[in-house]
């Protein structure tokens, strides 16, 4: 009975256990979805930030649509389009944030 016992908790722990993903070479395995990439981000910015509710969504939605437009463009090797994207960005977001809130934004996210 012990030896059933471990056997089936020896089998759980295995198939319960993180699997490996084969290297490619190839960084898409490891490359998070342009929305998910944007859920991490809204939810930095709303503790960063001190967003609202209302805030937080406008600024998910925002965020999605230029995660998704960035990831077209350096995968089209567009990326003379990209400072153009970026200025459009920050108009959206001074639109939604308040002036304390932009400006905090420009010092916590300059990368972006």
């Not at 967003?51 to 600024?59: P, R, S, T, V």
């Not at 965020?63 to 389009?81: G, P, Y």
């Not at 920050?90 to 420009?106: D, G, M, R, S």
């Amino acid at each position: 009975m012990k030896k059933l016992l471990f056997i089936s908790l020896l089998f759980g722990t295995i198939a319960c256990a993180p699997g490996t993903v084969p290297n490619t070479g190839t960084q898409s395995a490891t490359i998070a979805s342009p929305e998910a990439e944007a859920k991490a981000l809204t939810t930095k910015m709303t503790s960063v930030l001190s967003l609202d509710a209302a805030q937080e969504e406008k600024i998910l939605m925002i965020n999605v649509v230029n995660s998704k437009v960035i990831k077209r463009l350096r995968e089209s090797n567009d990326t003379a389009k990209l400072s153009t994207t970026k200025e459009k960005y920050h108009n959206e977001l001074k639109e939604v944030l308040n002036e304390n809130q932009f400006a905090k934004f420009l010092v916590e996210f300059k990368d972006l």
